[in-house]
């Protein structure tokens, strides 16, 4: 049977993003009690290095932290403060001897430092480029919170790494904000809105880049201790079922998950999603990327992506994201 958390199964550390949102809320002088009130966490869970949290306990947290902190430095302040709630992971990454070191950990450990987003590398032509897909339910409220702290957190991460502002240039599904000076303060000036994806990208060479602070002794010794490394989240692990067999069916999917397809349809409804928008997000990101980063053709791009003609994909790419390919490719070169 495969291996992945639902929704109320309890997988997730308190070390990282829960322990990031309550430092920080005490830190700006909220009531711990009233943070955690209906979310099933107790300030006395948080002090248990054995306490397990559900992802639904997370994403009412962060909906309590977004209730209480509706400012536009919200996420970056969380992103901030994850990076110093990590742990002993943390401290693996930070004492890494190169930066490139440091991001291979982060890719293995992802499902435990940055919970409710799918996240795929792709190193083409001397850039790298990060792909984040939110696993929130679509219609959530808290997706550009996350996406705030995450972005921030990383960006943290390279400076601290490379010793310096690294050239990062980050993609936002989100519109164009109205306070631009929290993403340039936090994340530079290298910004583009209103994508069909949320992206990172980086030179290559930053991989070969070395950390002024790395501990040969402590990263080795952190590399070999046993890591207790959660289950993937019930959606990531169906992202990444998708990203290696993309024309799987709903009910091919099902039974990769060990489901009957109406108890397959139930837990993706439960979730927030439906069988075709999950379908489609992964589609979109194969083409965007075989499009913007690959350069590829439409007719290229439609043959891959099983359309049996290129007009139908053009038509079926400006439904997903609202551009052409032609479009897309205008806006990334800009």
Not at 71 to 90: K, S, Y
Not at 160 to 180: I, V
Not at 259 to 267: D, G, H
Not at 278 to 303: C, E, H, M, P
Request: one cysteine or more; charged letters at 20%; aromatic letters at 10%.
């Amino acid at each position: 049977m495969p291996r992945f958390a639902l929704q109320d199964k309890k997988v997730i550390s308190s070390e990282g993003l829960i322990s990031a949102i309550a430092e920080l809320a005490l830190a700006r002088g909220a009531d711990l009690h009233k943070l955690l009130r209906g979310t099933g966490i107790f300030s006395d869970d948080l002090l248990d290095p054995h306490s397990r949290f559900s992802h639904h306990q997370l994403m009412r947290l962060l909906a309590q932290y977004q209730g209480q902190f509706p400012h536009p430095d919200a996420g970056f302040l969380l992103g901030q403060q994850l990076l110093n709630e990590l742990g002993t992971v943390g401290q693996a990454l930070l004492s890494a001897p190169t930066v490139g070191d440091s991001l291979r950990m982060l890719q293995r450990l992802y499902q435990h430092i940055a919970p409710l987003v799918h996240v795929r590398y792709h190193l083409y032509q001397r850039q790298v480029h990060v792909f984040i897909t939110p696993t929130l339910a679509p219609e959530s409220k808290a997706t550009e919170l996350l996406m705030q702290a995450y972005s921030s957190a990383f960006y943290a991460l390279l400076k601290r790494l490379s010793q310096g502002y690294p050239h990062c240039h980050f993609d936002f599904a989100c519109k164009r904000p109205r306070h631009m000076y929290e993403f340039e303060h936090n994340l530079g000036t290298r910004l583009r809105f209103a994508q069909p994806v949320y992206k990172w990208s980086f030179a290559a060479s930053m991989l070969r880049c070395t950390n002024d602070n790395a501990s040969l002794l402590r990263w080795q010794r952190l590399q070999s201790q046993p890591r207790c490394e959660s289950p993937p989240y019930f959606i990531d692990a169906l992202c990444q079922l998708l990203s290696r067999q993309p024309h799987l069916s709903l009910a091919a999917l099902a039974q990769h998950m060990a489901m009957s397809p109406a108890t397959f349809k139930r837990k993706l409804k439960e979730h927030g999603w439906r069988f075709s928008q999950l379908q489609q997000q992964q589609q979109t990101l194969r083409a965007v990327y075989l499009l913007s980063i690959r350069d590829k053709g439409n007719d290229y791009v439609a043959n891959r992506l099983a359309f049996y003609d290129t007009p139908n994909f053009r038509r079926a790419f400006k439904r997903w994201t609202g551009l052409t390919p032609s479009e897309l490719k205008e806006s990334m070169s800009l």
